[in-house]
């Protein structure tokens, strides 16, 4: 009885309890911007990247990847249709790494909230072009190494956490997004 009387209360307790609903998921999309403008018959993505499921890597954690941001950039960025040509975007590194920070401790503790660990989102991507251009043939490789980080207070909940992790990859995404239109724009010159 007096078990049964205990697991009613628990029961009771949880069902009363609000639900923290996690923030929502970003679609990290690059559709408000236009294609680069240059056109060719085929865009390929290569995803070489392998997680390593281990820490310091953090980003298998998550509900959304480095991943999905670079792959959502070559989706809409890079434009099919043209005659000629290729692009092909390969993920080199897509990881995001948790590093501790060291704390203070002690009374301090109790009264402030301090910087406990940093995450640091990482793309590597390359783009490698054969692209028939202003009477050439133009072909290469882009190679884009960009970064992000976002440091985590102690005793974050874990929907502060998601948008400090989401914030970090817009962050990231709009650095790829810079550097590759940069780096096309000088070599696809009108």
Same mark, same amino acid.
């Given at each position: 009885?007096?078990?049964?009387?205990?697991?009613?209360?628990?029961?009771?307790?949880?069902a009363?309890?609000?639900?923290? %609903?996690?923030?929502?998921v970003?679609?990290?999309?690059?559709?408000?911007?236009?294609?680069? $403008? @240059?056109?060719?018959?085929? @865009?390929s993505?290569?995803?070489?990247?392998?997680?390593?499921? #281990?820490?310091p890597?953090? /980003?298998?954690?998550?509900?959304?990847?480095?991943?999905?941001?670079?792959?959502?950039?070559?989706?809409? #960025?890079? /434009?099919? $249709?043209?005659? #000629?040509?290729?692009?092909?975007? #390969?993920? /080199?590194?897509?990881?995001?790494?948790?590093?501790?920070?060291?704390?203070? $401790? $002690?009374?301090?503790?109790?009264?402030? &909230?301090? !910087?406990?660990?940093?995450?640091?989102?990482?793309?590597?991507?390359?783009?490698?072009? %054969?692209?028939?251009?202003? !009477?050439?043939?133009? &072909?290469?490789?882009?190679?884009?190494?960009?970064?992000?980080?976002? @440091? =985590?207070?102690?005793?974050?909940?874990?929907? %502060?956490?998601?948008?400090?992790?989401?914030?970090?990859?817009?962050? =990231?995404?709009?650095?790829?997004?810079? !550097?590759?239109?940069?780096?096309?724009?000088?070599?696809?010159?009108?």
């Amino acid at each position: 009885m007096r078990y049964s009387l205990l697991a009613a209360v628990l029961i009771l307790i949880t069902a009363c309890s609000p639900r923290v %609903e996690p923030p929502p998921v970003p679609a990290f999309s690059f559709d408000d911007r236009p294609p680069i $403008g @240059v056109p060719v018959a085929s @865009v390929s993505i290569v995803n070489n990247y392998k997680p390593p499921l #281990r820490a310091p890597h953090v /980003e298998h954690e998550f509900r959304v990847v480095p991943t999905q941001v670079a792959r959502s950039w070559a989706r809409a #960025r890079l /434009e099919e $249709g043209g005659p #000629r040509g290729t692009f092909t975007f #390969r993920i /080199e590194n897509a990881g995001v790494i948790e590093k501790e920070l060291p704390t203070k $401790g $002690g009374l301090r503790d109790l009264i402030y &909230k301090e !910087q406990s660990r940093e995450l640091v989102a990482t793309l590597d991507v390359m783009l490698d072009y %054969e692209v028939p251009w202003k !009477q050439e043939v133009r &072909k290469g490789t882009i190679s884009v190494r960009t970064e992000s980080t976002t @440091v =985590l207070l102690e005793g974050m909940t874990l929907a %502060e956490v998601d948008t400090a992790y989401f914030k970090m990859l817009e962050v =990231l995404g709009q650095r790829l997004d810079e !550097q590759l239109q940069n780096r096309l724009a000088e070599i696809f010159a009108p």
